[in-house]
């Protein structure tokens, strides 16, 4: 999976679909994690975040639905597992490859549910790198505050909001009766994080939220990731470790006074760049990413929300 989104674009991994081309030889794989419970996944081309899927008595509720270009094998992927329609579909936060498809879901029977930031911003400011307004038709119209559950299909569905993570807007989604997490993009399974500090999101709360899903996890917990193969608690372990130290090796320049350019001559995070270095979050634009957070250097339309999360 790392190898195919390399090649991708880097409007196309943030949420601008536009140049994305459907070719016929991506494909959508279905791996059932519990009974009932599919994980979706692109293979041969980028189709967007990983999706979920819970299929039961009591309906249909999906997590994420990617990218527009790939609506019908999405759609084909479901009707393989349900003749039903898609109940409800929680999107994890806001870029247009977990919320692409939303318009066509939002138009028909499906109830589109997130966190309360996320419809904000789609409101307000739309969706990162996408010109023009939201369609109603994409809207959350279920929102919530902290958390939510769902309680259908024989087991109950957590929403958890991780604040100022990812983005704002974040939600995970927690199956404690299967064991089962969908993390959204506060994991990106053997890459560098895209911590979207334009959308609210902080290294802090990325951190946070990553080390209270360790908390929730144990060792037989699936954790499927934004992008990325499934992952597990070893998986999530390295990822702290290596945003942890990471942040520590830019603060020591930055301790020294050094400019934002200095430090990414000092190369900080060499030791990760064979393994976790990837085509949109480089060695370099994570080593960015970490200066201007940990400096404050960021403009965005949820600073001063952030900066009061910081401080």
């Not at 249909?60 to 349900?82: E, H, N, Q, Y």
């Not at 369609?135 to 959350?140: E, K, R």
């Amino acid at each position: 999976m790392k190898t195919i989104i390399k090649a991708v674009c880097l409007a196309t991994v943030i949420g601008s679909v536009g140049s994305v081309v459907a070719e016929d030889n991506v494909t959508l794989k279905t791996t059932e994690l519990a009974q009932g419970i599919y994980m979706m996944q692109g293979v041969g081309g980028f189709t967007g975040g990983n999706i979920l899927l819970s299929v039961g008595d009591d309906g249909v509720v999906m997590i994420d639905d990617g990218l527009p270009p790939f609506l019908s094998k999405v759609k084909a992927s479901v009707k393989k597992l349900t003749d039903k329609d898609v109940d409800f579909l929680i999107n994890t936060h806001v870029h247009g490859d977990h919320t692409g498809n939303n318009a066509d879901f939002g138009a028909g029977k499906t109830h589109i549910v997130a966190h309360q930031n996320m419809r904000h911003q789609m409101v307000t400011t739309g969706v990162p790198n996408q010109e023009g307004t939201v369609p109603m038709a994409a809207l959350p119209i279920i929102t919530y505050s902290d958390q939510m559950a769902f309680h259908l299909n024989g087991a109950d569905t957590q929403l958890i909001h991780v604040a100022h993570a990812h983005t704002d807007g974040d939600t995970v989604v927690y199956f404690p009766d299967k064991n089962i997490i969908h993390t959204g993009d506060v994991l990106f399974n053997g890459m560098f994080p895209y911590i979207d500090l334009g959308s609210g999101g902080s290294v802090a709360g990325y951190l946070a939220a990553q080390k209270m899903l360790y908390a929730m996890a144990n060792d037989k917990t699936q954790l499927v990731p934004g992008h990325g193969p499934l992952a597990n608690k070893a998986d999530l372990k390295a990822a702290i470790d290596m945003l942890e130290d990471s942040i520590a090796r830019v603060q020591q320049w930055i301790s020294k006074g050094l400019s934002e350019d200095q430090v990414v001559a000092k190369n900080p995070l060499k030791k990760y760049h064979q393994k976790w270095n990837w085509g949109f979050i480089t060695t370099e634009k994570m080593t960015r990413t970490l200066y201007k957070d940990i400096t404050g250097a960021v403009t965005s339309h949820n600073h001063k929300d952030k900066q009061a999360h910081k401080h």
